[in-house]
């Protein structure tokens, strides 16, 4: 493919799209779709685990007249189960079961190509535009074998880029490190910003795009007077320029407000002070 990856400064996070019991519908999600491109929202951040790959199925039937669209991310990491038919109902208990007996995750380069080309089936792609891994361990990013591999994925056409979602910061610094992984992806709420700025002023300074998620942390509402605006205003001011910043939403007014806000960020000073009202919970 070689149209130009476009990073909006909105991204639609897709975690809750699929969720057993209250799964969106194909018309919910068309139409965010439609919210989407009319606002200039491009990028969607989905993973393999989310609804045990019915997200990505959700989003391969969306996306299949507009690919060239949109931006999409998908991580692996967590192990899941995907059986189909009058099956498909055992999913999310054999994955708590396998989480509960010690197997939660799992890095080795042979799952990680088959988690991306188990993705592309359900997404019906024959590309991502970025492929990362899934909360790793400090011992997945340094391990030149999976190093190896997330090149590997590159080179084969299958990402176009490779990287890390983690709130580790260890593990952060080391995926910032390798030189292999462009893109990195952080929680981003004013409770942590103290702790996670100066990694991401590493990634600009090394051309890595920043997504920030978990903006939205329900404990910054502890504070009296925090409001989802203020929130997402300030958490766009701390963030790289370039950076991304997800909103997990199937609601598409609530997109297009968010959207707005992240057009308008508060001030760089403005935002810090109020991640001083956090204190030492940082």
Not at 71 to 86: C, F, H, I
Not at 96 to 119: A, D, M
Not at 162 to 189: C, H, N, W
Not at 234 to 258: D, E
Request: include cysteine; aromatic fraction near 6%.
């Amino acid at each position: 493919m070689n149209y130009p990856i476009i990073w909006s400064k909105l991204g639609l996070g897709t975690g809750t799209l699929a969720s057993l019991g209250r799964a969106a519908s194909l018309s919910q999600v068309d139409a965010l779709m439609g919210a989407m491109k009319e606002s200039g929202v491009t990028v969607i951040d989905t993973a393999d685990c989310y609804g045990s790959g019915d997200c990505e199925r959700l989003l391969g039937k969306a996306l299949r007249q507009r690919r060239v669209d949109f931006t999409v991310v998908t991580k692996a990491g967590y192990r899941l189960s995907d059986l189909s038919g009058p099956l498909k109902l055992l999913n999310p208990f054999i994955k708590k079961g396998l989480h509960r007996w010690g197997r939660r995750q799992i890095f080795e380069p042979v799952y990680l190509t088959q988690c991306l080309n188990h993705s592309l089936l359900r997404l019906k792609m024959e590309q991502v535009d970025a492929f990362l891994l899934h909360d790793p361990t400090l011992t997945a990013v340094s391990d030149e074998s999976v190093i190896r591999a997330c090149s590997d994925l590159i080179k084969s056409g299958k990402t176009r880029l490779v990287g890390v979602s983690s709130g580790d910061p260890e593990v952060l610094g080391a995926a910032i490190r390798s030189g292999v992984f462009k893109v990195i992806q952080t929680p981003a709420s004013l409770k942590v910003a103290t702790t996670l700025q100066p990694l991401w002023q590493e990634c600009e300074a090394a051309q890595i795009h920043v997504i920030g998620n978990h903006v939205f942390d329900p404990t910054c509402f502890e504070l009296p007077e925090m409001t989802h605006e203020k929130l997402m205003r300030g958490s766009t001011a701390l963030l790289p320029k370039n950076a991304t910043i997800l909103c997990g939403t199937r609601n598409p007014t609530h997109l297009r407000q968010t959207h707005a806000w992240t057009c308008d960020p508060l001030t760089a000073a403005d935002a810090a002070r109020l991640t001083l009202e956090f204190g030492p919970r940082l």
